[in-house]
C-alpha cells in the first residue's frame, strides 16, 4: 500500500512540475506617477505592464487565449505586491476546444498609493486539459 501511495504522489508532482513548467508567464508592473488621471503607457507584449500610472486611476491589459485540440480548464494565479490591485473579468473557468477567450486584467491605483513606488508582481495562466 505504501508504494501504491508512493507512486500516485510522484505522478502527482510531475504532472504539477510539467504544468508549471508551460504555464504562460507573465510580468507585471505599474509605476505610481504624480499627478491626477495620468497614464503613461508601455505597451508590450511579453509583459503585463501597465506603465505609469497616477493615484486614483485605472489601466487594463489584454492576453488572448485559445483552446485548441480539447477542452481546456483556465486558471490564473497572482504573485508579488502587483496582484493586489490587479482584478481579472474571469478566473477558474472551461474554454470548449476551439475557443478563444479575452483575459481582461484591469489595476486601479488607489488614492493613497506613494508616488514614485513600483509595484511589480507575476501572474501565470494555466491550462489544463479537461479530462472529466
Known amino acids: 500500500m505504501r508504494k501504491i501511495l508512493l507512486i500516485i504522489l510522484s505522478v502527482v508532482v510531475i504532472i504539477a512540475i510539467a504544468q508549471i513548467a508551460v504555464a504562460e508567464k507573465y510580468t507585471a508592473q505599474v509605476q505610481v506617477i504624480e499627478g491626477e488621471k495620468k497614464v503613461g503607457v508601455n505597451p508590450t507584449g511579453e509583459k503585463l505592464d501597465f506603465g505609469d500610472l497616477s493615484a486614483d486611476t485605472a489601466a487594463t491589459r489584454y492576453v488572448t487565449l485559445k483552446a485548441s485540440g480539447v477542452n481546456t480548464y483556465i486558471m490564473v494565479w497572482k504573485f508579488g505586491p502587483i496582484a493586489e490591485l490587479i482584478k481579472l473579468n474571469k478566473n477558474n473557468f472551461t474554454m470548449k476546444k476551439g475557443d ?13 498609493a506613494p508616488i514614485d513606488k513600483k509595484y511589480a508582481g507575476y501572474v501565470w495562466i494555466f491550462k489544463l486539459p479537461k479530462i472529466f
Open 100 to 112: 478563444e477567450e479575452k483575459l481582461e486584467f484591469t489595476l486601479y491605483m488607489p488614492p493613497s
